[in-house]
């Protein structure tokens, strides 16, 4: 197979998702071995993260919200969910961003079992356009840190 440059290769026509599939080919021994890499991977490794709105006053994270930048847009409270591992399977590192990007205060709190660890207790936005990020660490449990309330 001849060698093929990057710029010849025909663009995918949407973004990476998490769940697409990238053949490449490594060589060991003077013969290639096909792999996969998931799209997951890559942004985890490349650090990439895209923009979701989410206007609703009610929200349980889901997968796919991992690795994105999540706009809460609603005049009136935002009630966020952080479900168990056992009704959503987020690998652990998995980051997700977010903003209050309306006037409605955004609250965080861990489904039965879950605890979601703050400094202070601040689980909570403080004003529109405050932003912060939840990390996952373990199993059922997350970091979150921020421009936070009590």
């Known amino acids: 197979m001849a060698d093929i440059k990057i710029s010849a290769l ?16 490594e060589v060991s021994g003077g013969s290639f071995t096909s792999k996969h890499v ?4 890559i942004i985890t490794a490349a650090n990439l993260v895209t923009p979701r709105a989410v206007s609703t006053t009610s929200h349980t994270l889901a997968l796919a919200d ?9 005049g009136s409270a ?26 409605g205060q955004v609250t965080f709190a861990g489904a039965g079992g879950v605890t979601v ?6 689980l909570k936005t403080t004003a529109q356009y405050s932003m912060g990020s939840l990390i996952k660490i373990a199993t059922d449990e997350w970091y979150i840190t921020g421009d936070l309330t009590t």
Do not use: M, W, Y
């Open 10 to 25: 025909t663009a995918k026509s949407a973004n990476l998702a998490t769940t697409d599939r990238l053949a490449i080919a």
């Open 38 to 41: 998931t799209g997951e991977e």
């Open 78 to 103: 935002i009630a966020v969910t952080v479900p168990t591992n056992a009704s959503v399977a987020f690998s652990t590192g998995t980051q997700i961003l977010f903003s209050q990007h309306g006037a």
């Open 117 to 122: 660890r703050a400094a202070g207790g601040k």
């Open 66 to 74: 991992a690795h994105k930048f999540i706009q809460f847009d609603n």
